[in-house]
């Protein structure tokens, strides 16, 4: 499975920025797909996933409320709505797939895509 995320960049405090990530390759292997980041000097962290049959989604409780993701299965693409933007949320993103199940742990998550950077001032 390969992943390409798209759609990073600089906006300011309040904004609102949407990423996306296309899957190839051997897709029906997919169970999950998530995002997540990570920030200069600290640990990769989760921020949200959705289940690639079920459609169910958990989330972050820093980004719950402002964050959505979204799934098209027959296009195989997952969309990160990310809004009203606060300079902690600067990070590089990255979308995953999990062949196994659901998980919150960046641990399990066999492919991952490039990471795009997100930018927010203040």
């Known amino acids: 499975v390969q992943l390409q995320a798209s759609g990073g960049g600089l906006v300011q405090a309040g904004g609102s920025l949407r990423l996306s990530c296309a899957a190839s390759g051997r897709t029906f292997s997919i169970q999950s797909m998530g995002w997540f980041r990570q920030a200069p000097g600290k640990d990769r962290e989760f921020v949200v996933v959705?289940?690639?049959?079920?459609?169910?989604?958990y989330i972050a409780d820093s980004v719950k409320g402002r964050f959505t993701i979204s799934r098209d299965n027959a296009k195989n693409t997952v969309d990160l709505q990310m809004n009203n933007l606060n300079p902690e949320d600067t990070a590089v993103y990255y979308c995953?797939?999990?062949?196994?199940?659901?998980?919150?742990?960046?641990?399990?998550?066999?492919?991952w895509g490039q990471g795009t950077q997100v930018t927010v001032s203040s």
């Open positions: 995953a797939a999990d062949p196994r199940g659901t998980s919150t742990s960046p641990k399990l998550y066999a492919y």
């Open positions: 959705v289940s690639w049959s079920g459609g169910g989604t």
